[in-house]
């Protein structure tokens, strides 16, 4: 029970997510004890009955299930409709000429172990799934089954689909399924208390041989602020960490395992050779850096669509449905004192996570894939000093210039006009010190001014907005 003990002050910590991981463990519970029956039986195949959507009541102005979508999938489904490209088959299904014509690479391979999916019977450390990823799209391959894929709508959040494999000797044309309840399960925030919007998740538990959960208690969501040493549990990873241990490529065989935790760990390997067949894979990795961006990127992400849902719903009971959408590009001065103060509140986890807050320290270089840091960096915008939010650093912090670069991303400028707003003016008071603050603290007086002088010079609307005076109080 000793090893227990590092894990409590983090659990409690995590009290208010205790719903969600219930709500997860039970529903992985049930995919347990229904996969055997439908493992193989198409999805798609037959009329489903659905609940109504709980969005649908709680944020009526968002119409989740049935506002037009502008996410990369819908894109490329209006591609392939209109004969533009199509997607070839071959032995991972589709799952190459949907990386191509994502432009994903192959090397942000991770794989996961644990039988954390709606595939739960065909994944294990024999067979993990593989995930891979560029800065709004997920998708995700099991051996011998759909994919998965997990996709940022600028407007609407994440939203969920399946792609079946083709079936021997036909070639049919692709089918996107979207997912509105199954996912949804798991993939949505508080989901049974309510108040809950769509989100991704990356979590840590202790995984035993067959890929099944032995201990609900130490199962967690990981943050920027998640101990190394807590992270990864059901993962597989390579790269280098030094000193700095992980929960990644442990195996759980019997319950004293957790007595003997250290003996376990293993890092700081160059490939997953021997642990299991790599061949069926597109790499022989799954990489330390890669698994720390994706990591973050799905914390901002879930925190900009928490925003998103949260205001433009606020606006829309001040203004009115019918006005709602012109209202999102109002200026804060034209909302009234208690919207301002709801979107004041709202953004302020999403300020925190985008400057990473309450970031771990790493005590030792992180070293991953070349390849992958190569191509994460391809996408950078940078500054006329070759200056990027994207610059890595690894040493004591992942990067350079602590604050996030998806304030680039679409769904981040498709926020109401007053909640990035809100955002600008609180990371600018929070890098000029105007107050103690955690970043204030962690950060050198040079390091803010440079985040300062990155975002001023590569995204105007900070530049206006951040210069402007705070707006009176009340009307």
Known sequence: MGRWAT??????????????????????????????????????????????????????????????????????EARLARGELKLEAGPH??????????????????????????????????????????????????????????????????????????????????????????????????????GGVPRFIVGSGYTGVAGNLVSHEGWILVADDTPLKNRWGGWYVTGQSGEQVHLGNVLIRDLKDFDRLDELRVGNLDTLDGLFDTKPYLTNKSDIVALMILEHQVNAQNAIARVNFDVRTAIDKERGAAKARDGYELQADELSAATRKTIEDAVEPLVQTLLFADETRLTAPVVGDPHFVAQFMSRAITDSRGRSLRDLDRRSRMFRYPLSYLVYSAAFDALPRAAREAVYRRVAEILRGARNDAVVARLRPDERASILEILAATKPEFAAASAAEPRAEGR
């Open 93 to 194: 299904g589709y799952l190459d000429s949907l990386l191509a014509v994502l432009g994903i690479d192959a090397s942000s391979q991770t794989l996961v172990f644990s039988q954390t999916s709606l595939q739960s019977t065909r994944i294990n450390p024999r067979t993990p799934r593989a995930i891979y990823f560029n800065d709004d799209v997920y998708v995700a391959w099991v051996q011998n089954g759909p994919l998965e894929i997990g996709s940022l709508d600028p407007n609407l959040g994440p939203l969920f689909y399946l792609l079946e494999k083709p079936a021997a000797g036909a070639a049919p044309a692709p089918k996107f399924e979207r997912e509105l309840t199954r996912c949804l399960s798991c993939h949505d925030s508080y989901s049974l208390s309510g």
């Open 7 to 76: 894990w409590r002050p983090q659990l409690r910590a995590l009290a208010p997510l205790a719903l969600v991981a219930i709500g997860y463990l039970a529903y992985v519970a049930q995919q347990h004890l229904t996969a055997s029956r439908d493992a193989d039986t198409p999805v798609g195949g037959g009329v489903r009955a659905e609940p109504p959507l709980r969005y649908d009541d709680e944020y009526p102005t968002m119409h989740y299930a049935t506002a037009p979508r502008g996410d990369a999938i819908a894109k490329l």
